[in-house]
Structure formats: structure tokens, C-alpha cells
Nanobody
Framework: QVQLVESGGGLVQAGGSLRLSCAAS????????MAWFRQAPGKEREFVTN??????????YYADSVKGRFTISRDNAKNTVYLQMNGLKPEDTAVYYC?????????????????WGQGTQVTVSS
């Protein structure tokens, strides 16, 4: 089993920044994908970004809505993935979830992610 624990959410004014962290523990995989999704009230959970590590190469993908403002990164030594969010907008307000897929696919679908964190609230005021 894998446990994912997010932290770093909070309240910030529009234009501000936050950094989310997702610490992973438990079973490890040689190839995997970690992602951030978000879910606003009354909306479906949507893809934000993911990082695919195949052992030699790392790929990063972003939703168009956050491209150029958000950055995903990974610290292998700490088994932690980060989401640096700059230029935050009120429409970024949501619960942000960290997810892991042991398949190593660059998928934006929630269905391929087997492990999820509990979520952390991000609120951006205008």
C-alpha cells in the first residue's frame, strides 16, 4: 500500500503563491506517475499536472489553465512531490489532491491513479 499526505494549502489573495507538498510512504515503484488534481464545489475532479518518472527521464504535463503559473517537482530522497503555484486566481480555489499511478503513464484520467491523498484546501480571494 501507498500513503499520500498533502500539506501546504491555505488562504491567499489573488496574485499570490502557495506551495503544496505530497509525501509518499509505503510501497515503492520503479516507474510511476504522480499527479495533482483539484475539485471545486459542484464540479468534477480535474487534472492539474503530473510528473512521469521512468527511471531515466522525467516528463511533466500541465493543464492549459495552469500552464506557466504552476510547477510540479519531485524530491526522490524525501519521496515528496511539490506543486508550486504562482499567480493564483480565484478560479484556482479548490481542494487539491495528490495521486499516484504505478503504471507510469502520462494520463490525465482519475481512473488510472490507484492511490490518493486526503486533499488540501486552497482558497484564493479576489
Amino acid at each position: 500500500q501507498v500513503q499520500l499526505v498533502e500539506s501546504g494549502g491555505g488562504l491567499v489573495q489573488a496574485g499570490g503563491s502557495l506551495r503544496l507538498s505530497c509525501a509518499a510512504s509505503g510501497r515503492t515503484f520503479s516507474t510511476y506517475t504522480m499527479a495533482w488534481f483539484r475539485q471545486a464545489p459542484g464540479k468534477e475532479r480535474e487534472f492539474v499536472t503530473n510528473i512521469v518518472w521512468s527511471g531515466r527521464t522525467t516528463y511533466r504535463y500541465y493543464a492549459d489553465s495552469v500552464k506557466g503559473r504552476f510547477t510540479i517537482s519531485r524530491d526522490n530522497a524525501k519521496n515528496t512531490v511539490y506543486l508550486q503555484m504562482n499567480g493564483l486566481k480565484p478560479e484556482d480555489t479548490a481542494v487539491y489532491y495528490c495521486a499516484l499511478s504505478p503504471r507510469g503513464a502520462a494520463s490525465r484520467s482519475t481512473s488510472v491513479y490507484d492511490y490518493w491523498g486526503q486533499g488540501t484546501q486552497v482558497t484564493v480571494s479576489s
